[in-house]
């Protein structure tokens, strides 16, 4: 298996990308049109899984920046619930504030409305512990939004499946969804790339790797999609100045990820409507 010894940074969602060579080598793009990142406007209208992302909006009360990262819908009991990154609800210890979902965000349009944040969870280390590449496996979150009497999956239709894989699983021809932001990206509509995913730790629930594809700031809490299930989230990258980058992908595997999200479906569910 691969093992991550190179150097990680997280996609600071508030940060802007200055990319000036190309990232991902041409041989190793495998989108259509594919640019230097590997990354290729997603077309209009957006549909299917598509259709169920969007982006995650925040802001941190301490930096005063604003936070703008990819979510998406993901199926559960409670119909409310958006799977992100642990990374793009908290900062340093404290929840971000003012946090909100726009499905299907469209060039600085939320077709489908805005939907406050009102319960978020991530894994309860990621909370107790300073960041390390060892929290990596578990740079994964969900929140629950509400917004009138009407759940979620009532707007946008019904949630992905999460596909919990194990340790050793190598996917191939995943799709990964993102916003980037910075020099060639608006950061206010919807990418794609197209990557095939391997091991990158075997510690704890392990990671997967794509060298395919090399997010840039706006891609965290992304989804990766395979087979119309979702099978993990954009955690971070090599670094941009990375001539041969890549993307490291927090997997749904594990019991970590599961206690999580019974947790926060059946707080939903109990949660009083309105």
Request: glycine share 14%; charged share 20%.
């Amino acid at each position: 298996m691969l093992r991550l010894a190179l150097s990680l940074v997280l996609l600071d969602p508030a940060a802007v990308t200055e990319v000036s060579q190309r990232n991902v080598p041409v041989p190793r793009v495998l989108t259509p049109d594919g640019d230097r990142l590997g990354y290729a406007p997603v077309p209009r209208p957006y549909t299917g899984a598509r259709r169920l992302t969007g982006v995650l909006l925040g802001r941190d009360p301490v930096a005063k920046t604003d936070v703008l990262c990819g979510g998406t819908v993901i199926g559960s009991r409670s119909r409310s619930l958006v799977l992100t990154a642990a990374h793009c609800l908290y900062h340093d210890g404290r929840l971000l504030e003012h946090l909100a979902f726009l499905p299907g965000f469209d060039r600085g349009r939320p077709p489908m409305g805005v939907w406050p944040v009102v319960r978020a969870w991530v894994p309860a280390r990621w909370r107790a512990r300073p960041y390390s590449s060892e929290l990596l496996p578990y740079d994964v979150g969900l929140v629950g939004v509400a917004s009138g009497k009407r759940p979620l999956e009532a707007v946008t239709g019904r949630g992905l499946s999460p596909m919990r894989t194990g340790k050793g699983t190598e996917l191939r021809g995943l799709e990964l969804l993102g916003y980037p932001a910075g020099r060639g990206y608006p950061g206010t509509k919807m990418y794609r790339c197209v990557g095939d995913a391997v091991e990158g730790v075997t510690e704890e629930p392990g990671l997967m790797v794509t060298r395919n594809c090399h997010a840039a700031a706006g891609g965290s809490g992304g989804p990766a999609l395979y087979g119309g299930a979702v099978a993990g989230v954009v955690s971070s990258s090599s670094p941009l100045n990375d001539a041969k980058g890549y993307t490291v992908l927090t997997r749904l595997g594990g019991r970590p990820f599961q206690r999580m999200f019974d947790r926060a479906d059946r707080e939903m569910r109990l949660r009083p409507a309105g």
